[in-house]
């Protein structure tokens, strides 16, 4: 007899003073079209600390499939994807960063696309397109040519384990097999973490293009720093966990030179003005080492405008 039991999808977002945007997200969320054959389960929301407006806003929407859980004090990002790791219910995971928005409402099918496949037993990890929302000021506008210039060195990439590609801000979707094996630590960003631990275990990372989400850059010099010292500080903190070959990213240092003078010749004026952002923020983090999962968030990346 065939079986005809639906797939079922768990949404989880950790949200940390997301006001401005949560409301969005989950009615976007919401809206997705899956197909007859896969169903929405359920979307957990948890609330880690906030004290702006966030668990309200969350409380305010009657579906029964969205689950609301308060962390009294922050915890960080690891400890609240734990949280959703241990409660859902779904033959997958969707993670969402809830500063984020899918770009239109097919979303998570593109999303979990590669997991229906002939032979995807071995996927653990699917991972969408992250689209900059238009700049506002020119600050953003040096964040949006850098943004583009990364993308334009890494595309070329032989390596799977890209930790400049594998952004949450992506969103992703986990298998359970492989959801039953994570377990999030708070002293290494979640995100690299995930794509490096599912290589560990065995299992594929895969890139669903079609999955695309908007986010956005940040607006100023201080928030660049704060989103800079998580990289900076996440990477020293990977090595305690994975060696030089797990961690190494292969590329052309001729392309890169190549992509990088090309910049330059398209826009001189940003790419000087990226060049001293990026040097500021270097000299700022050399004294920092220890990856914190209580960094400051980024102000200007949280209001999601759409013109």
């Known amino acids: 007899m065939k079986n005809t039991r639906k797939l079922t999808l768990?949404?989880?977002?950790?949200a940390y003073n997301e006001e401005s945007n949560i409301e969005y997200l989950l009615k976007r969320s919401l809206a997705q079209k899956l197909g007859s054959n896969i169903m929405l389960k359920e979307i957990i929301v948890v609330s880690d600390g906030s004290t702006d407006d966030t668990a309200r806003i969350v409380k305010k929407f009657k579906d029964k499939r969205i689950i609301l859980i308060l962390n009294e004090s922050r915890e960080g990002q690891s400890a609240s994807q734990n949280k959703i790791l241990k409660q859902f219910q779904g033959d997958f995971l969707i993670l969402l960063e809830a500063d984020t928005l899918p770009a239109d409402n097919n979303f998570i099918s593109h999303l979990i696309a590669p997991f229906l496949r002939a032979n995807s037993?071995?996927?653990?990890?699917?991972?969408?397109?992250?689209?900059?929302?238009?700049?506002?000021?020119?600050f953003e506008h040096i964040m949006y040519f850098k943004q583009d210039l990364k993308r334009r060195i890494y595309q070329r990439s032989t390596s799977t384990n890209n930790y400049h590609?594998?952004?949450?801000?992506?969103?992703?979707?986990?298998?359970?097999?492989?959801?039953?094996?994570?377990?999030?630590?708070?002293?290494?960003?979640?995100d690299r973490y995930s794509m490096l631990a599912a290589g560990k275990l065995g299992?594929?990372?895969?890139?669903a293009s079609?999955?695309?989400?908007?986010f956005r850059l940040p607006g100023t010099l201080s928030d660049y720093y704060r989103q800079y010292l998580k990289y900076y500080t996440g990477r020293v903190s990977t090595n305690k966990y994975f060696s030089n070959g797990e961690t190494k990213i292969r590329f052309s240092i001729l392309h890169a030179i190549s992509e990088t003078i090309k910049a330059f010749l398209r826009n001189p004026v940003l790419m000087s003005a990226y060049v001293l952002c990026l040097m500021t923020v270097q000299i700022a983090v050399t004294h920092r080492r220890r990856?914190?999962?209580?960094?400051?968030?980024?102000p200007t990346t949280k209001n999601l405008i759409f013109t």
């Open 121 to 138: 037993h071995t996927i653990g990890l699917s991972l969408g397109d992250s689209i900059p929302l238009p700049a506002r000021g020119f």
């Open 203 to 207: 299992f594929k990372t895969v890139y």
């Open 10 to 14: 768990s949404i989880g977002i950790p």
């Open 210 to 214: 079609a999955a695309k989400i908007y």
């Open 165 to 190: 590609l594998v952004s949450g801000q992506r969103g992703r979707a986990i298998s359970r097999a492989l959801a039953t094996k994570l377990h999030w630590t708070d002293d290494i960003p979640e």
């Open 291 to 298: 990856f914190s999962p209580f960094l400051k968030v980024y």
